[in-house]
């Protein structure tokens, strides 16, 4: 089975743009969770969906904002970039009656 | 502000030795514990779960818990090489809604 999947992997911006970035979960799997991670840290909790609601947000600015598809894949929009957003996003996906949570591979975001 | 603790590292340990990861958390209604290894520039991946108080072994790695503490740790018997990553803690809050992490521990794991 194929595991969570990230796009795009890597990516470049300017401050002040917006970015948009898409997860697909485990087969199965209808909670999605964000997590941004800043290099040298653990990942901070964003957002997680549930069945296209959100169920929990991180301590985060308006600036991001996520939704869910009927299939459950997942999209992380962040508007007006900072040189602070630079970060890996990862995605996380877990099945119903677990908390194990599985990552994918995660999005590199550069902003310059 | 529940937090999630970690020693941060960087851990020595020669290659066939045990290495003890230490992880202590502040939320006493957490419920689930796990410790996942992160490679540079990669994604976390999972290593074990714990719920319970005790030990709970999977090969070479054993995780131990102790609610009482707020303190949960991790083994790595016979270590190896291809060990050396960064160990992150991850605490259950909410029931399931989201993870908190610790900073990671960097293991080093000398030939």
């Known amino acids: 089975d194929a595991g969570v999947t990230q796009s795009p992997t890597h990516l470049i911006k300017t401050r002040g743009q917006h970015v948009t970035l898409r997860c697909s979960p485990i087969s199965g799997h209808k909670s999605v969770s964000w997590y941004q991670q800043v290099l040298g840290q653990g990942p901070q909790f964003i957002f997680q969906y549930y069945e296209k609601e959100e169920r929990g947000r991180g301590n985060f600015p308006d600036r991001f904002s996520a939704r869910q598809f009927p299939n459950y894949s997942s999209e992380l929009n962040v508007n007006a970039l900072l040189l602070g957003d630079s970060a890996l996003y990862l995605c996380?996906?877990?099945?119903?009656?677990?908390?194990?949570?599985?990552f994918g591979p995660g999005t590199r975001l550069t902003v310059l | 502000q529940k937090e999630v603790e970690q020693n941060s590292g960087p851990l020595s340990v020669p290659e066939g030795a045990i290495a003890s990861l230490n992880c202590t958390y502040s939320d006493r209604v957490s419920q689930s514990f796990f410790w996942y290894r992160q490679y540079s520039g990669k994604s976390p991946e999972l290593i074990m779960s714990?719920?319970?108080?005790g030990d709970k072994e999977d090969g070479r790695f054993t995780a131990q818990l102790n609610k009482a503490s707020q303190y949960v740790s991790l083994l790595i018997r016979d270590s190896q090489p291809s060990d050396s990553a960064t160990y992150l803690c991850a605490v259950n809050e909410n029931y399931g809604q989201n993870f908190v992490f610790g900073p990671g521990t960097r293991l080093s794991v000398l030939p």
């Open positions: 714990i719920y319970s108080n």
């Open positions: 996380a996906s877990r099945s119903d009656g677990t908390d194990t949570q599985y």
